[in-house]
């Protein structure tokens, strides 16, 4: 696997190292080894998956606070989507700053988002298919979320208009109205 650094310290894009022939390729998606030799979680508590039936469908920007804040590695694995990472973290010179990356199935490029980071992604097809091994399992009660066009984050997001949103997406407040 190939690991690059965004420019928000300890947030990385993960490529793919495909060995093919003429039947297909085969390729490591995680390795505990080659995760801690980065400096990144090694440990993975659950994985999880989610379909988005129609191209415009956004999800987030989610986190986990105290404890049960995660890592997430996340990569698409059918369609594409705009995947984004917040840094949130209170001693971060990057606080308030996003990265953005189109996640391809076609391609099996992943991201990293560490803990203190909300997440979202927008779906670029239909039938969008995204695939999160996370550090820590799910805890609804430690949940929380902000608005995916807060204008302080200022995401540039590539579809905004005909979204396809939850009602708790569209309900979280903006950042800064954080405690």
Same mark, same amino acid.
């Given at each position: 696997m190939?690991?690059?650094? /965004?420019?928000?310290?300890?947030?990385?894009?993960?490529?793919?190292?495909?060995?093919?022939?003429?039947?297909?390729?085969?390729?490591?998606?995680?390795?505990?080894?080659?995760?801690?030799?980065?400096?990144?979680?090694?440990?993975?508590?659950?994985?999880?998956?989610? /379909?988005?039936?129609t191209?415009?469908?956004?999800?987030?920007?989610?986190?986990?606070?105290?404890?049960?804040?995660?890592?997430?590695? +996340?990569?698409?694995?059918?369609?594409?989507?705009f995947? +984004?990472? +917040?840094?949130?973290?209170?001693?971060?010179?990057?606080?308030?700053?996003?990265?953005?990356?189109?996640?391809?199935?076609?391609?099996?490029?992943?991201?990293?988002?560490?803990?203190?980071?909300?997440?979202g992604?927008? /779906?670029?097809?239909?039938?969008?298919?995204?695939?999160?091994?996370?550090?820590?399992?799910?805890?609804?009660?430690?949940?929380?979320?902000?608005?995916?066009?807060?204008? /302080?984050?200022?995401?540039?997001?590539?579809?905004?208009?005909?979204?396809?949103?939850?009602?708790?997406?569209?309900q979280?407040?903006?950042?800064?109205?954080?405690?």
């Amino acid at each position: 696997m190939k690991f690059t650094e /965004t420019p928000l310290s300890g947030c990385f894009v993960i490529e793919q190292e495909r060995r093919g022939d003429d039947r297909g390729h085969f390729a490591r998606v995680f390795c505990t080894a080659e995760f801690a030799a980065h400096g990144l979680c090694a440990h993975i508590e659950q994985a999880n998956a989610a /379909t988005s039936r129609t191209r415009g469908t956004l999800r987030g920007l989610h986190f986990q606070r105290g404890q049960d804040a995660e890592d997430k590695l +996340v990569r698409c694995t059918r369609g594409r989507a705009f995947d +984004v990472a +917040v840094d949130l973290r209170p001693d971060s010179a990057t606080r308030g700053s996003w990265f953005g990356i189109e996640l391809d199935a076609a391609q099996g490029n992943m991201l990293f988002v560490p803990k203190g980071f909300a997440h979202g992604y927008l /779906t670029l097809e239909d039938d969008t298919e995204m695939h999160y091994m996370v550090s820590a399992a799910y805890a609804p009660g430690s949940e929380q979320g902000y608005c995916w066009n807060d204008p /302080t984050f200022a995401i540039e997001w590539p579809i905004t208009d005909g979204l396809t949103l939850s009602d708790k997406d569209t309900q979280w407040p903006a950042y800064s109205a954080r405690d």
